[in-house]
């Protein structure tokens, strides 16, 4: 079983409200990434991060912003959610190496009313 | 930029046949490709990689195979059964980009 965790795994708010999105992960894993799934569709890599204080954007713009403070700690966060925000987020981590498996926490189902 | 296709969206099939699943990439060289299973409202699970000067790679039931002249790694499972019915994806690891996935429902 991965030792990463997200936080909250549902969550329903009003237009306008900054939310965060927790990940954390005790593999001591350099690469993490989040990833965009609206159901039954595809993956979208939206940020990834190879160690402390690396970020990077993704394909898709989601107007969220990401932070790397610690090795651990990956949060997502929205200033001001919208309704095209509702949507399941993935966040996932890797070690690299020979087969640079991901792997990933059970997600964030959001809901903007 | 790089492209990375699964060209079935589904694929249903009898329970003990050989499911086999297509994945197409362009614009990396050396390519490795993973392979993931996705079950609903789950995150994936990582299966297999495959890299560019592999041939073939084998798991229990699951076998992928590479052909670099047409860029596409074949997924295949083996004496399929119900429990296999979910999503797989395809994975490009040089830039953890997916494919759209292909939905295997195995029918008893």
């Known amino acids: 079983e991965a030792d990463i965790y997200q936080t909250p795994r549902y969550l329903v708010i009003g237009t306008g409200k900054k939310i965060t999105l927790e990940c954390s992960q005790t593999m001591g894993h350099d690469k993490m990434y989040w990833y965009q799934q609206d159901p039954g569709m595809e993956l979208h890599l939206i940020h990834y991060s190879y160690g402390v204080n690396s970020t990077e954007k993704g394909d898709l713009s989601s107007e969220s912003t990401v932070s790397r403070i610690r090795t651990e700690h990956f949060p997502l966060t929205l200033e001001s959610a919208r309704p095209s925000h509702t949507s399941q987020y993935l966040c996932a981590s890797s070690a690299g190496g020979r087969n640079g498996e991901l792997f990933f926490g059970e997600g964030s189902r959001l809901t903007v009313l | 930029s790089q492209k990375i296709e699964q060209n079935s969206e589904a694929l249903n099939i009898q329970e003990g046949k050989t499911a086999t699943l297509t994945c197409n990439y362009t614009n990396y060289s050396p390519a490795y490709l993973q392979w993931y299973r996705q079950d609903p409202g789950r995150g994936p699970v990582f299966l297999l990689l495959?890299?560019?000067?592999?041939k073939e790679k084998r798991k229990e039931r699951l076998k992928v195979t590479f052909d670099t002249t047409l860029k596409q790694s074949l997924f295949h499972i083996t004496a399929s059964q119900p429990a296999d019915s979910a999503t797989y994806l395809c994975?490009?690891?040089?830039?953890?980009?997916f494919g759209a996935g292909t939905r295997l429902t195995v029918k008893p």
């Open positions: 495959i890299r560019e000067n592999e």
């Open positions: 994975a490009l690891f040089n830039d953890m980009r």
